[in-house]
């Protein structure tokens, strides 16, 4: 899949990010039409969560066998900014915990028995360093955050880097060289690898999307009136208006007065290594199985 996306792309970075760009604006507005739509049932309360919640002995059933990239400082401050203003409007949604953040680079198999889950990892045990090492190797950036939403969470979205510099966007240029090898380049390395040792991907859905969720919904009441999730889906796109100007690149620095200002960039792999987890890690829980070198 992965392969498929960069070779319609032709592995140019700045089409790789105009694309992916594009894919997760058009979902927001696929997802505020659907939540705003008459026939809208309300939002989906995470069960499995709520059971967590009240219950810190219960057992989620679903075991995983995933990579994690953890965020870096700067975007874990960024987290923490936006749900706090996400709970200014909605305190009982659930946040993820600033240490349980992570994006999954690859989900190699979900929902599965615990000895399916040991089976693969066995099978990977030749390859774990070098697929959790990768990065140290072939680094990517990950810039231009937003927030996406649904009926069921809010996730903080990245985008490929496309040669941003440091004096500021170069979006249009076609030698972006710096990026030439993206995020989704490491997925689809990460999935080969994973092929190579007999282990078949069997991941949820296809996507292209780099997003780590922030926040789900356990309670529906909060958002029971059409009002109250106009109001929600305002804050969302005020946060994003917020983002673009204070974590994009930006172009006319000093018009603007502003000095310097480059955006937030997360290179994977960056203060703390990538992790290939297993077990019950919905919420940021689970088992490391190998942790990665980080640079």
């Not at 790789?16 to 997760?24: V, Y």
């Not at 060289?177 to 689809?188: A, G, K």
Request: contains cysteine; charged residues 30%; proline residues 4%.
């Amino acid at each position: 899949m992965f392969e498929d996306f960069l070779k319609s792309a032709n592995n140019n970075p700045v089409i790789i990010q105009h694309l992916c760009d594009s894919q997760r604006s058009k979902r927001n507005e696929e997802q505020k039409h659907h939540l705003l739509s008459d026939d809208f049932k309300g939002v989906r309360p995470d069960q499995y969560l709520i059971n967590y919640l009240n219950d810190p002995k219960y057992v989620d059933p679903r075991n995983n066998l995933c990579i994690w990239a953890r965020p870096t400082e700067a975007v874990m401050r960024l987290v923490a900014e936006i749900q706090k203003e996400l709970l200014t409007l909605a305190p009982g949604i659930w946040t993820t915990p600033l240490e349980s953040l992570h994006m999954t680079v690859l989900e190699i198999v979900h929902t599965a028995t615990t000895e399916e889950v040991n089976s693969c990892a066995k099978k990977l045990q030749p390859c774990l360093k070098e697929m959790v090492n990768y990065t140290l190797d072939h680094r990517t950036r990950l810039v231009k955050p937003k927030l996406n939403f649904d009926d069921a969470a809010v996730a903080l979205s990245f985008v490929p880097a496309a040669g941003e510099d440091r004096d500021g966007a170069s979006e249009d240029r076609d030698d972006a060289s710096e990026d030439r090898y993206t995020y989704l380049h490491l997925r689809s390395d990460s999935s080969d690898i994973c092929s190579r040792n007999g282990v078949e991907v069997a991941a949820r859905y296809e996507t292209t999307s780099s997003h780590m969720t922030v926040a789900r919904f356990v309670r529906k009441d909060e958002h029971g009136e059409r009002e109250a999730m106009e109001l929600w889906i305002s804050k969302i796109e005020s946060l994003n208006r917020w983002l673009e100007d204070e974590c994009f690149p930006q172009e006319n620095l000093q018009e603007k007065g502003r000095g310097e200002h480059v955006g937030l960039e997360w290179y994977i792999g960056a203060e703390r290594g990538l992790e290939i987890r297993t077990r019950d890690l919905w919420y940021g829980g689970g088992v490391s199985v190998e942790v990665g070198e980080h640079f």
